[in-house]
């Protein structure tokens, strides 16, 4: 039995996200997704909210758990008995973080090794962030984060009381 880690911070989970989880659900006997804890960014959403959100938008897929970790991957990786690490490339530059990460890894646990997923071609424009950005300043994030998702955004946004303001970098979507 093939199992398989898919890391990151899921700050929140969108449909890129749920895409690679898919796909490589369908590649491995197991899928772990790993919700990092301590991720060295600002984060929007708690761990436990990040966890939840992860395990709605990923509930119909049997084989795969989503756990929180924190510290080093490959020991993640190790704990749960995985051989390799799943990661999603959407443009050219995700290919030069993702390659130098995979090489550490490498080095760090050389039994396992990187399988990186080009996401669909839907998704090549989102991340986290531009969803985050997006739902800020109220524009539509139908096509790209989960219905459950959407709803936490606007919740958590609303509650803090965010205002589109001349600081805010608005990412302009035709519609």
Known sequence: ??????????????????DIATRAAALFDQLVVGVYDRPQKTLLFSTEERLSMARVALQDLDNVEVKSYNGLTVNFARSVGARVIV????????????FQMALTN????????TVCLMTGQEHTFL??????????????LDEM?????RAALKEKFHR??????????IVSIRE
């Open 145 to 149: 984060v989960p219905p459950h998702v």
């Open 1 to 18: 039995m093939t199992t398989a880690i898919y890391p990151g911070s899921f700050d929140p989970v969108t449909n890129g996200h749920v």
């Open 87 to 98: 990661r999603g490339l959407r443009v050219l530059s995700d290919f030069e973080l993702e």
């Open 160 to 169: 803090l009381g965010a205002q589109a303001d001349s600081k805010v970098r």
């Open 106 to 113: 490498r080095k760090l646990a050389a039994e396992l090794d």
């Open 127 to 140: 991340s986290s962030s531009i969803a985050k950005e997006i739902a800020m300043v109220g524009g539509c």
